[in-house]
C-alpha cells in the first residue's frame, strides 16, 4: 500500500508561484509513475503532469507546459509540482496519485492510490 498526501495549496494572484508537495509513505518502491490531477468544480479531473519514479521522465497536459514543472525526490519519497504564471484557469483541486505499473498516464483509472487533494485558487 502507498499513502499520499498532498500540502501547499491556497490562494494565490493570477501570474504568482505556488509548489505543491506529495508525500509518499508505505510501500514506496512499488511506485511506477506519479501524477497530479486536477479537477475544477464541476468538471472532470485531468491530469496535468506526471513522471515516471525511475528516471524522472515527465508528461505535460499542453495547457501547462511551460509553466509547471513535476519533480520527484526518491529519497525523502518527495513528489513536487512547481506551477508558475498560474492564472484563473488552473484554480482547481489538486491530487497527487501514483501507479503500480507502466500505463498511460492520462487515465486517473490506471492509478492506484490517491491522496484527498489541496486546493489551489488563483486570483485575478
Known amino acids: 500500500q502507498v499513502q499520499l498526501v498532498e500540502s501547499g495549496g491556497g490562494l494565490v494572484q493570477a501570474g504568482g508561484s505556488l509548489r505543491l508537495s506529495c508525500a509518499a509513505s508505505?510501500?514506496?518502491?512499488?511506485?511506477?509513475?506519479m501524477g497530479w490531477f486536477r479537477q475544477p468544480p464541476g468538471k472532470e479531473r485531468e491530469l496535468v503532469a506526471a513522471t515516471r519514479m525511475s528516471d524522472g521522465t515527465t508528461y505535460y497536459v499542453d495547457s501547462v507546459k511551460g509553466r509547471f514543472t513535476i519533480s520527484r525526490d526518491n529519497a525523502k519519497n518527495l513528489v513536487y509540482l512547481q506551477m508558475n504564471s498560474l492564472k484563473a484557469e488552473d484554480t482547481a483541486v489538486y491530487y497527487c496519485?501514483?501507479?503500480?505499473?507502466?500505463?498511460?498516464?492520462?487515465?486517473?483509472?490506471?492509478?492506484?492510490?490517491w491522496g484527498q487533494g489541496t486546493q489551489v485558487t488563483v486570483s485575478s
Open positions: 496519485a501514483t501507479a503500480l505499473r507502466l500505463m498511460i498516464p492520462t487515465t486517473p483509472g490506471n492509478y492506484n492510490y
Open positions: 508505505g510501500r514506496t518502491g512499488s511506485r511506477y509513475v
